[in-house]
């Protein structure tokens, strides 16, 4: 997991190869503009969900865990929305099956820690990192851009 400034996301291009096109598409792009859905960045490979939504509790947030894309998640209106983190090899609970289709998986594990993410900021989700997001109070409008691995 990273949490880094906006204006640093130059400084993760390594990670993955497609992160330089995902981070170059979030520098050009008014995504507080967008529309709630998806929206191609580049077909599968790439592409963001808009979303607006009510946060919630924390015990109403579950860890997920997501096999082939990364996660980049940024927050465009709200004061903050907190996340749960937590070492994907550490959980123990699975909530069902796999579902492959949308490349998802929930358990009921408890996250290990606390964040928050304010607007200019984003985190970044491995495969290897379980995440419980949308924890607050409020609604806010937020972005996933869906990186594949």
């Not at 997501?66 to 070492?87: F, N, P, R, S, V």
């Not at 994907?88 to 408890?110: H, N, S, V």
């Not at 996250?111 to 900021?121: K, L």
Request: proline share 6%.
């Amino acid at each position: 997991m990273i949490l880094d400034s906006l204006k640093n996301g130059a400084s993760y291009y390594a990670i993955a190869p497609r992160l330089q096109r995902a981070f170059e598409y979030i520098a050009r792009t008014d995504l507080a503009a967008l529309e709630p859905g998806r929206h191609a960045i580049d077909g599968d490979e790439i592409f963001v969900n808009i979303m607006e939504c009510d946060l919630k509790n924390p015990e109403d947030a579950p860890l997920e865990v997501h096999d082939k894309y990364i996660d980049i998640q940024i927050l465009l209106a709200g004061e903050a929305e907190t996340m749960g983190w937590g070492e994907r090899r550490a959980c123990r609970q699975p909530r069902g099956e796999f579902d492959a289709e949308r490349d998802i998986l929930f358990y009921e594990d408890r996250p290990q820690t606390f964040f928050e993410v304010v607007p200019g900021q984003f985190v970044i989700f491995l495969p290897e990192d379980a995440h419980a997001p949308m924890i607050g109070r409020g609604r806010i409008k937020k972005a996933i851009v869906k990186v594949l691995r």
